[in-house]
């Protein structure tokens, strides 16, 4: 998959609608992917929306569960235990460093 490229994820169970994913940084070089969308069936945390995101791509796992990782809902800062429902953006960074 290319760097920027998209692609789609299912559960295997019918979805109840998409999430749109972005990745930035370090993260997209890593995972070379840009951004995705996500089918999902019901509301999920940020923590097992990235578990299921690495139960799919299981190479992805040392990336998108590093505690560093910070993460937007819909362009708000958010902790891992915010819902994330069908329609929602939702965007993973590495930590932002000033100099």
């Known amino acids: 998959m290319a760097v ?4 789609n994820l299912n559960n295997t169970n019918a979805a109840a609608g998409q999430v749109n994913v972005l990745f930035f940084g370090q993260l ?10 996500a089918n999902i069936m019901n509301t999920l945390s940020i ?3 990235k578990k299921m995101l690495v139960e799919q791509n299981p190479h992805w796992q040392a990336w998108l569960e590093e505690r560093d990782v910070l993460c937007a809902l819909n362009q708000t800062m ?13 965007a993973f960074f590495p930590p932002v460093t000033g100099g």
Not at 28 to 37: A, S
Request: proline share 0%; with cysteine; aromatic share 4%.
């Open 47 to 49: 923590t097992a929306f």
């Open 78 to 90: 958010s902790s891992s235990d915010e819902l994330v429902k069908a329609g929602d953006e939702l």
């Open 28 to 37: 997209k070089e890593r995972l070379k992917c840009g951004k995705l969308t």
């Open 4 to 7: 920027g490229s998209e692609t």
